[in-house]
């Protein structure tokens, strides 16, 4: 039998606080929700069943249960992030990939790779912009207007920033092409140049599986947003 919005409410006020993360939250709210509809066989039944659950679940039941909800979070979070990078790998996208590979081969035996490098160093640099508008922008609005801590949103943040560093390295790469004296030995800025289509392509597969995955928890949980 399905709760009522008032008796739904009542166990979201029993929860409340009961974890840092919203998220969180509202899973152990669906548990306790779940664990009374699968009792009840008429609405004058939720009182009892709702003074039940308060004297069946200790405060260390309950802990382990949200320790639980955030090991699943964390496991459903990750297999999505795989899941949609992993999607964006089309042929298409891969052959450009290659051919981009074979201009830069044929560029390093019949002319001066290290002139054409910069152009490949600040198109990866030019990423960061793609933040900047469109869905990007939405995405990144989920920061701003977050009122509650969500684990989901930690868990992608933290891959996020670990995304720029591949960006800033290639920019340090770009900024030593304007020094007459290199600071960089040129087999590194060499092997860099190689593997930049190759970055390129894993990178724009990440950004869109991050503002995918952000939109997607503003979409899920718009209690933690700001009106």
């Known amino acids: 039998m399905n709760l009522t919005t008032e008796q739904i409410n009542l166990i979201k006020a029993y929860c409340n606080h009961t974890s840092k993360y919203y998220d969180v939250e509202i899973e152990l709210v669906d548990h306790f929700a779940s664990y009374v509809e699968s009792r009840m066989e008429n609405d ?10 308060k004297k069946s679940f200790s405060a260390k039941d309950i802990a382990l249960i949200i320790q639980e909800k955030k090991r699943a979070i964390t496991q459903k979070a990750r297999t999505q992030c795989w899941k949609e990078l992993l999607s964006y790998f089309s042929w298409p996208k891969i052959g450009f990939t290659f051919l981009l ?11 001066s790779l290290e002139k054409s490098a910069q152009s490949f160093m600040f198109l990866l640099n030019l990423l960061n912009f793609r933040f900047a508008f469109g869905r990007g922008m939405l995405a990144n609005r989920n920061l701003q207007e977050k009122k509650l801590p969500i684990l989901g949103m930690k868990i992608i943040y933290n891959y996020q920033l670990i ?3 591949p960006i800033l390295l290639y ?8 020094n007459e004296t290199s600071i960089i030995d040129f087999g590194i800025y060499k092997a860099a140049i190689y593997i930049a289509p190759f970055l390129f392509l894993l990178l724009l597969a990440w950004q869109k599986t991050y503002i995918d995955f952000q939109l997607k928890i503003r979409k899920d949980y718009p209690g933690a947003f700001a009106a």
């Open 44 to 53: 004058s039944d939720f009182e009892n069943l709702f003074e039940s659950l």
């Open 101 to 111: 590979f074979a201009y830069i081969v044929w560029m390093d035996q019949n002319r």
């Open 163 to 165: 995304s720029i560093i």
């Open 171 to 178: 920019f340090i790469l770009a900024l030593n092409t304007f």
